[in-house]
């Protein structure tokens, strides 16, 4: 598969469909890869076909001390990425066997809410409070 593009049904579908399931979220190529913004300016998630060891990867805006945490206790699952992870991103590996969708949906919120204007929380904290 071509650099950039994301095939129906794969791991990389699925985090494509979680990204932009946040208000005023745009995806854009960047450095050959899928990249998704928060409200259309700041990267939350991006797309690693070929950047770590030619593994299928996402790297990931996290609060402060979950990089080292998700690290030291699944390497396996977690690694930290080139370029990005002294700012503290955390890459999550989506070529395993078992990928625990429900902590990856928990990462990629925790990614949204480090860089979404306050403006696109607020909004987002009431679309979830009402239902």
Not at 11 to 26: G, I, N, Q, Y
Not at 44 to 66: K, L, N, S, Y
């Amino acid at each position: 598969m071509p650099r950039g593009e994301i095939q129906d049904g794969s791991p990389l579908a699925r985090v494509r469909s979680l990204c932009l399931a946040f208000p005023e979220t745009e995806q854009r190529e960047s450095h050959g890869e899928p990249c998704w913004f928060a409200g259309g300016k700041k990267t939350f998630v991006m797309a690693a076909q070929e950047h770590h060891d030619d593994r299928t990867a996402i790297w990931v805006a996290a609060p402060e001390g979950v990089q080292s945490a998700l690290v030291a206790g699944e390497p396996g699952r977690y690694f930290r990425p080139p370029y990005v992870g002294h700012r503290g991103w955390v890459g999550v590996f989506l070529d395993i066997e078992t990928i625990d969708w429900p902590h990856v949906e928990e990462i990629i919120e925790d990614a949204w809410r480090c860089v979404a204007p306050k403006r696109l929380l607020a909004t987002f904290d009431a679309s979830t409070d009402n239902t």
